[in-house]
């Protein structure tokens, strides 16, 4: 049975720098688009980035305005590994992350939280000085 499994977060300081990783076992991720998540207090939980299928026609990231040019998402394909290297964070970037993903060739922007059929289990991140 297939699993994401994250580790990373914690607290930082604003400016300072935190790296997501999503491990994934029981299967290669080569075919699923891939999804980042948060979650803040009160709040609907909200894409921050995607990266879709190989077999998608766009295979360029995806980044919310909030973190584009911070946050930077990535998938290995040999290690079936995902990650968020997120720099420059700021306290509004506090909340539970959620990596997660689904077997979907559809340009990954196009996708909503509502099509993932896969997430790990979050992992809270606090931006506070």
């Known amino acids: 049975q297939m699993q994401l499994v994250q580790s990373g977060g914690g607290l930082v300081q604003p400016g300072g720098s935190l790296r997501l990783s999503c491990a994934a076992s029981?299967?290669?991720?080569?075919?699923?688009?891939i999804g980042w998540f948060r979650q803040a207090p009160g709040k609907e939980r909200e894409v921050v980035s995607c990266?879709?299928?190989?077999?998608?026609?766009?295979?360029?990231?995806y980044y919310a305005d909030s973190v584009k040019g911070r946050f930077t998402a990535a998938r290995d394909n040999v290690n079936d590994t995902l990650s968020l290297q997120m720099n420059s964070l700021k306290p509004e970037d506090t909340a539970v992350y959620y990596c997660?993903?689904?077997?979907?060739?559809?340009?990954?922007?196009?996708?909503?939280?509502?099509?993932?059929?896969?997430w790990g289990q979050g992992t809270q991140v606090t931006v506070a000085s």
């Open positions: 997660a993903i689904t077997w979907d060739g559809t340009t990954c922007r196009h996708l909503t939280q509502y099509d993932y059929s896969l």
């Open positions: 029981g299967r290669t991720l080569d075919y699923y688009a």
């Open positions: 990266i879709s299928s190989v077999s998608s026609s766009d295979g360029s990231p």
